[in-house]
């Protein structure tokens, strides 16, 4: 993150920076504003959240994602969202990227980002605090990641803003990376307080968006790896793995086998491998991998990816 978290910004000095954006910051919070469908089921940033993978798994062509929420302190947690795809390759492609996104924009740019942006601003409803920063390969520079972070702005000043982040062992497999600080309130007062008691949960929860969302193809083409911190807690879970990795408080601990399917039979209580693996154990809703009878809730911009198709009735 570029703000330092002890730094008080306040609104009266946020709008006199040079990013700041009237328009923006009303197409953020008629965004942050708007309803999500099947919130009754997700809360809407984990509903949203999804909309990083579509684009890692579509144009990014990425094959690992990975997906992290840290909430050990709630009013400061970090969401990661980090693919080692394509990253963004043409000036067409960053002029799209860059472009604010809202349902009520008749340009085509800002129609297709809105997805996106709507994940953002379900994290982070408040344009003037939103804390994040995105990393992102850019055609042939390949001795740097390009980066730009808050506030959004028009596309000149966001153009203008990108700066570069020297290649390191540690961010030299990333093709794009978004980071947002976010508060656990934005789950709604009861979910939050359940999840920062109980962070296996959210890990759950998450779990349960991706299974329901994709279907067996893109886990095949695509690792999946949602990890879920809460100070000493941790619980790691790889789509490719034949069980999670657990510490401090998690219910199992050990090496993640890397194996697509179970090798022992009958398939132990902790596996989760469901249909696609070669035990006895029955499918289950929460497995990576679910019944291609199986149909996916639809996202804010309708049926999802990856989701098979309901079956009509006469």
Known sequence: MQRSSNQTITMDNFRRSNNYNKDIHGQWRANAGEK????????????????????????GRATRIEIEFDITNPDAGIFRHTDNGRGIERHSDLTRF????????????HHYAWGRFRAMTAFMPDYETAEWNADFKFQSNVNSLSRVCQPW???????????????????????????????????????????VATPQLLFDKMKERLTTKYGESVFRDTEFVLTVKKGAFVMSESSRTHNS?????????????????????????????????????PPRRHSWFRPTSGAAPRTPRGKTRGAPPVPRTR
């Not at 949203?48 to 579509?58: K, L, Y």
């Not at 860059?98 to 740019?109: A, N, P, Q």
């Not at 961010?171 to 939050?192: D, L, P, W, Y």
Request: net charge negative.
């Open 153 to 195: 702005s028009t596309l000149e000043n966001m153009q203008n803003s990108i700066v570069d982040v020297p290649i390191t062992e540690a961010n030299r497999h990333i093709g794009f990376e978004m980071v947002m600080k976010f508060n656990v309130s934005i789950f709604g007062e009861e979910r939050a307080a359940i999840y």
């Open 98 to 109: 860059l472009k604010f996104g809202s349902t009520e924009s008749s340009d085509t740019f």
């Open 36 to 59: 999500v469908v099947y919130t009754e089921d997700f809360p809407a940033a984990i509903l949203c959240a999804t909309e990083f993978s579509d684009n890692s798994t579509g144009k």
């Open 245 to 281: 990795s657990r510490a401090a408080g998690g219910r199992r601990t050990g090496p993640l086998a890397q194996s697509l399917g179970c090798t022992r039979a009958p398939c132990p209580p902790d596996c989760w491998q469901g249909p696609a693996g070669t035990g006895t154990r």
